[in-house]
């Protein structure tokens, strides 16, 4: 079985009605059967356990976004007004100090 045929035997065998999206990009994840996780098809981040929240049945319900704090003053960015993570940059309200918010920064 070629590596394409086993993933699309992987994808057939979960419940991916709504899919995975990532929490960096917004692009849709694929499951990762060898690492055993969600693997961000876009950036290739790795989406973590705990940043699932799961339905009773262990389907994926939705990703949890990344919280995201600010490098210079520690602000909580995600509660700040129109924050999107999905940009790559986002400028803190309360000191203006430009953060980038790309998977290179998790942290
Ligand atoms: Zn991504
Ligand atoms: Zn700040």
């Given at each position: ?8 035997d ?28 969600w ?36 602000a ?32």
């Open positions: 079985m070629s590596f394409f045929e086993s993933l699309l992987a994808l057939s065998n979960k419940d991916y009605s709504d899919g995975v999206k990532c929490p960096v990009c917004n692009a849709c994840a694929y499951w990762d059967e060898d690492e055993a996780l693997v961000c098809s876009s950036c290739g981040y790795e989406i973590h356990g705990d940043q699932l929240q799961l339905d009773k049945h262990g389907n994926v319900e939705k990703t949890l976004e990344i919280d995201w704090y600010c490098d210079e003053c520690g909580y960015l995600n509660d700040q007004l129109n924050f999107n993570p999905y940009d790559n940059e986002w400028t803190c309200t309360e000191c203006g100090y430009v953060n980038d918010i790309t998977k290179d920064n998790v942290w």
